[in-house]
Nanobody, 114 residues
Framework: QVHIVESGGGLVQPGGSLRLSCAASGIIFRAYAMGWYRRAPGKQRELVAT???????DYAESVKGRFIISRDNAKNVVYLQMNSLKPEDTAVYYCYAENRGDYWGQGTQVTVSS
């Protein structure tokens, strides 16, 4: 059985940092592309960052230079380091794993507010 579990969300002030983690089990992690989506209230889902099985990363324009995605294949974990956070980064962040199909986590709330 596949499990995708996000953690690390919370409340942070503008300009602050958070690191999200996503632990995957039940899949051959190193064979999967991993990524993060987010959904803000009243907005459509937005792809934030992706990382291929080879470690190649890509980012939405809105987070380039502020967010870093990385993966640890030994631990079956993908991370999203979020720096210089802005109120518009407030959203539920979802982790996914993709190969021929995809699996999703339940999401973790990130709130950027003073």
């Amino acid at each position: 059985q596949v499990h995708i579990v996000e953690s690390g969300g919370g409340l942070v002030q503008p300009g602050g940092s958070l690191r999200l983690s996503c632990a995957a089990s039940g899949i051959i992690f190193r064979a999967y592309a991993m990524g993060w989506y987010r959904r803000a209230p009243g907005k459509q889902r937005e792809l934030v960052a992706t990382i291929t099985s080879f470690g190649s990363a890509d980012y939405a324009e809105s987070v380039k230079g502020r967010f870093i995605i990385s993966r640890d294949n030994a631990k079956n974990v993908v991370y999203l380091q979020m720096n210089s956070l802005k109120p518009e980064d407030t959203a539920v962040y979802y982790c996914y794993a993709e190969n021929r199909g995809d699996y999703w986590g339940q999401g973790t709330q990130v709130t950027v507010s003073s």
